[in-house]
Structure formats: C-alpha cells, structure tokens
C-alpha cells in the first residue's frame, strides 16, 4: 500500500533557525507531491507543489521543497524560521493523476520567538 | 479556503444516531473529496467524487456515505456503524485530478 512518512512529529526551533522537514513516500510510479501547511484557527492551505521539471520547487513565505526521485524523498527547507511559521506541516503525494491523496502524519513545528 | 462552506462547525449527537456532514462549494470544481483528520494520524480520505453522480471509496469509507447529486455539494453521512466517529472532518475540492486541493474550515464532530 502507498504511505507517506514525515520523521518528524514535532520540531521546536528558535526563530531565525533554519528548518528541514523530512517527508518519504511509498509508491514506484508518477507521483504529484504537496505540501500543506495548517495555521493556528485556519484552514488547512497549499504551501508548496511538485508535478514535473525542475525538482527544487519554491513555494509561500519563503518554503523551498526538493524532490529526489532515487530517494523517494520530497523534504521541506526554510533557511530562516519566524515565529509565524508556528504550525501544523503534512506533506501528500498523489499517484498520477487520480486526484487521491495520501497525507503524512504531520509535522507540528513551534517556533520560540 | 475560501469558496468552500462547511457546516456546522461542531456537532453533538449521541452513539447510534446517524449525522450529516455539509460541504458547498461555488469554485465550480468538477471534484470533491471528505477527509478525517485525528491527531498524530494526518489526512485520511473517506470518500471522493470526481463529477456529479459518481463518487468512490477512499481508504476509509467504512461506515460512511456521500452524495454527489449536484456540482456544488458533497454531503457525507457518518453512519452509526462506523466505530469511532468522533473527530475532525475536513471537505476539498479541485478541478480535477492533478491539481491542487481546497480545503473547507472543517467540522468537529463528537459523539457521545
């Protein structure tokens, strides 16, 4: 079965550190991969997406995701956190283009201001 | 996101009772989808609808039902033989497959 895998459950970092959030995913195929980021009373939004091409994609608020095909891997990096960056981070690969999701656990980041 | 409506934003109902869980959308997206989310679990998906009349089961649609009779809407129904029903509900929809999902405010359902 396909699964997605974030290693980390919960990250508290300093602002102005950098962050990596590290996402694996199970499944041989065409993959789309997602980001998406759940603020504090918000909904769940779209931070940053991967279909084809350039395998580093930028998204909002300074995000940055890498692909790597041989490592199955789609990690999120920010070189320098702000304390509004505090919240919940799954990341979701979609096989082809069926439109199914499959979501990480979740990474819930606070950042100490 | 905006342009998806969910309501209402918690609900009660005691075991045994079914519910009806409401998702509109005026993004005038061919597909919709029903997501649970419990904690430490993520996203999963209950049940999907790429156009109207014509939806599938995701990975967890045991104990629930959905209905796609108009574009703009998905209800879902947890049923009373789902075990535990109790949790957060979140609706989306997308143009289609390969694209970029919306998501709706979410209702917290708790049974009792």
């Known amino acids: 079965a396909q699964s997605v895998s974030q290693h980390n459950h919960h990250v508290i970092l300093s602002e102005a550190a950098s962050l990596e959030l590290g996402c694996n995913y199970s499944?041989?195929?065409?993959?789309?991969l997602f980001w998406y980021v759940q603020y504090p009373g918000q909904h769940l939004q779209l931070l940053l997406k991967y279909f084809s091409g350039d395998p580093l994609v930028k998204g909002i608020k300074g995000f940055e995701a890498e692909f790597i095909k041989s490592k199955f891997s789609f990690n999120l990096r920010k070189p320098s956190v702000q304390w509004s960056d505090t919240a919940e981070y799954f990341c979701a690969v979609e096989s082809g283009n069926t439109g199914k999701l499959i979501f990480g656990q979740g990474t819930t980041l606070q950042v100490k201001p | 996101d905006g342009g998806i409506t969910q309501s209402p934003k918690y609900l009660f109902r005691k075991e045994g009772q079914n519910v009806t869980l409401s998702c509109e959308q005026n993004l005038n997206h061919d597909a919709m989808y029903w997501y649970r989310q419990d904690p430490g679990q993520g996203l999963r998906l209950i049940y999907y609808s790429q156009i109207v009349n014509d939806f599938q089961k995701g990975d967890i649609a045991e104990g629930y039902s959905v209905s796609r009779e108009k574009k703009e809407s998905f209800p879902l129904t947890v049923t009373s033989a789902q075990k535990n029903p109790t949790a957060f509900y979140l609706c989306?929809?997308?143009?289609?497959?390969?694209?970029?999902?919306?998501f709706g405010p979410g209702t917290r359902l708790t049974v009792l």
């Open positions: 499944y041989g195929g065409t993959v789309n």
């Open positions: 989306a929809s997308s143009i289609g497959g390969g694209n970029r999902q919306f």
